[in-house]
């Protein structure tokens, strides 16, 4: 079994920045794919951005490119997501996950999750 235990969410104001963080346990490797996905109430969860085993490789939606970065420190088996230039519309559940199945943006590839944390900007 893997763990994972979001923290970092809270509430700001429009163009401030959050820095989440996600903590991994128990049967996780530090090669695994690690992914973000918010959602809101009545909506699908939807794809915010992931990174590669060795963090090479990352991929966002076009929605936060550019205002969100992750990143990953394997030997603390973290990943972040460093948020800023935050809008209303940021406002949402984050969660990370992580898959065994290689790199995706598809929340159904991911085999594990974490309870999420609640991000609201305020305009």
């Known amino acids: 079994q893997v763990q994972l235990v979001e923290s970092g969410g809270g509430l700001v104001q429009a163009g401030g920045s959050l820095r989440l963080a996600c903590a991994a346990s128990?049967?996780?490797?530090?090669?695994?794919?690690k992914g973000w996905f918010r959602q809101t109430p009545g909506k699908e969860r939807e794809f915010v951005a992931a990174?590669?085993?060795?963090?090479?490789?990352?991929r966002y939606a076009d929605s936060v490119k550019g205002r969100f970065t992750i990143s990953r420190d394997n030997a603390k088996n973290t990943v972040y997501l460093q948020m800023s230039s935050l809008k209303p519309e940021d406002t949402a559940v984050y969660y990370c996950?992580?898959?065994?199945?290689?790199?995706?943006?598809?929340?159904?590839?991911?085999?594990?999750w974490g309870q999420g944390t609640q991000v609201t900007v305020s305009s």
């Open positions: 996950a992580e898959t065994e199945q290689g790199f995706s943006v598809y929340p159904a590839v991911y085999g594990y």
């Open positions: 128990g049967r996780t490797l530090s090669t695994y794919v």
């Open positions: 990174i590669s085993g060795r963090g090479g490789v990352k």
